[in-house]
């Protein structure tokens, strides 16, 4: 993944060795052979096989658990979000209003205590709106006399702005139950029609865990916020028609709001996060199991995921099960013949081959996990003899599970070259966006990022360009920043392998 590349930026020439780009790394060879299966292994009808689990969940992006552990030790949403969504930068919301089909709603029947607005006419407070064929028809009160009928197919509070008072909030007659924004008719289905700093409100709870708050989590639910905000913008952007189930994200209305989580929403209001440019599509899982799959996002350790209660598992499932599910008969072997390398008993099954008296079935670690019911696919068999052939995951925003480069494979291959380098760029990472943030972010005197921190020709530091600058870090100094004039000096002389890493910011 890489950040946007700001319209009105110019484009230029800059040396490598000048500016401390490391080279790319072409690395051919490095897989293991592919693995042999034991063919002495038989397994009896009443045998059972035990499966080694971390995580719960597809494990791309966002680790909920993880960024819970996180916040209590002291992340914020912010360091929460890039850690876990590596590429992306901040953005703000340039749609505020979405719409999102009801599916348990077949009627529009309204009202609202402090009235309501419909074809463009008020409709008085103890006055009801009910809406069938295009027409809104006016009563007095949920059921009563009809007052007079309108052409609309929505109904809309008296103001449509976000954080609205509950009086406006339109509830359905009968059940009561409350929505921010307008209801109506959207191709044919009930929706609600919101500002997206509403809708997540509705949704925060359902996907997450409010009581976080009360235990060192709002900043995990914060940066919860700002993923559901992303993500349903993304999906819109990708020709998806959002509802209110877990094919969108679940969502509530009011009903389903917590106080705690809506302060998350109302501190992060707008915010999003950006990829090429469009909002990034912002997957989130429950547990990652101590490393996240990759895919759109760099995969990247889950230390925070330490507190999840799937942090580890195992599943013991009998042989004739086993052998049902993959319909292979009276199962002689199972096995995971490729995972992908990250995490605990060689990380997330990528393909398992079941052996049986009825033939061989080779599926996806998620086949798998789908046709076990576990709870990821981040799983080992235990016993297995031979380890796994390792295939790195794919990364990058053009595929729909991954492609192009592989972050944590490069850092692994570059620990080969210059051992410790993974952990000098993540210290170094980690100290570029917080002094980024110090000195104003996008909005300050280095502008909008391009690229992503890199490690400069030596080894010792790790660098990162921007908009109308750079920031270089190395233990020793610090991260300190260049812009401008200062930046051009020190390109001129040479740069970082004659000039050192900065000891001060050098603004102008």
């Not at 969940?57 to 992340?75: D, I, L, N, T």
């Amino acid at each position: 993944m890489v950040s946007a590349r700001p319209r009105h930026t110019r484009a230029r020439s800059l040396p490598l060795a000048a500016i401390g780009l490391v080279p790319a790394l072409l690395v051919g060879g490095l897989l293991t052979a592919p693995p042999i299966l034991s063919e002495d292994v038989t397994l009896s009808a009443g045998s059972e096989v035990t499966l080694i689990g971390h995580g719960h969940g597809h494990g791309r992006g966002m680790g909920q658990w993880g960024a819970y552990g996180y916040a209590q030790k002291g992340w914020s949403a912010t360091q929460i979000l890039r850690h876990y969504y590596g590429g992306t930068t901040a953005g703000k919301v340039d749609r505020p209003e979405i719409t999102v089909a009801l599916t348990g709603k077949n009627s529009v029947n309204v009202h609202a205590d402090a009235g309501m607005r419909v074809g463009g006419q008020m409709v008085a407070p103890g006055q009801a709106v009910s809406l069938s064929g295009g027409t809104a028809t006016i009563t007095s009160g949920c059921g009563g006399g009809v007052v007079r009928s309108v052409p609309a197919q929505w109904v809309e509070p008296v103001n449509m702005g976000p954080s609205r008072p509950p009086g406006e909030f339109l509830k359905f007659c009968g059940s009561n139950q409350a929505y921010r924004g307008a209801l109506g008719y959207d191709g044919g289905r009930v929706s609600n029609r919101v500002h997206i700093d509403d809708y997540v409100k509705g949704v925060i709870p359902k996907e997450s865990v409010p009581g976080w708050a009360d235990s060192g989590g709002a900043e995990a639910l914060k940066a919860q916020a700002v993923a559901a905000r992303t993500y349903a913008l993304a999906a819109i952007a990708g020709g998806k028609k959002i509802d209110d189930t877990q094919n969108s994200q679940v969502y509530g209305g009011v009903a389903g709001e917590d106080p705690r989580t809506n302060r998350a929403a109302d501190a992060t209001p707008g915010q999003i996060l950006l990829q090429g440019g469009k909002p990034a599509f912002t997957e989130f899982s429950a547990s990652t199991g101590g490393y996240t799959a990759g895919g759109r996002f760099p995969a990247v350790r889950d230390d925070g995921d330490t507190v999840s209660p799937n942090h580890n598992w195992t599943a013991t499932i009998g042989a004739g099960q086993v052998g049902s599910a993959f319909g292979v008969g009276a199962l002689r072997a199972l096995e995971v013949v490729e995972a992908n390398g990250l995490g605990a008993e060689d990380g997330r099954a990528i393909k398992v081959r079941a052996v049986g008296s009825g033939g061989t079935v080779e599926v996806s670690g998620e086949e798998a996990r789908t046709r076990l019911g576990l709870k990821s696919a981040f799983f080992s068999v235990k016993g297995q003899a031979i380890r796994p052939k390792i295939v790195k995951p794919p990364t990058g925003p053009d595929m729909p599970g991954g492609g192009g480069l592989d972050l944590s494979n490069l850092l692994s291959l570059t620990d080969q070259l210059l051992p410790g380098a993974s952990q000098l760029l993540s210290t170094g990472t980690e100290a570029i966006n917080g002094r980024y943030d110090d000195l104003g972010g996008v909005t300050g005197p280095l502008g909008q990022a391009i690229g992503v921190p890199n490690l400069t020709p030596d080894g010792n530091g790790v660098v990162q360009l921007f908009q109308r600058g750079m920031l270089l870090f190395s233990e020793q100094t610090g991260a300190h920043a260049l812009v401008g004039r200062g930046m051009a000096d020190y390109l001129a002389g040479g740069g970082q392998p004659v000039k050192g890493f900065p000891d001060d910011d050098r603004l102008r």
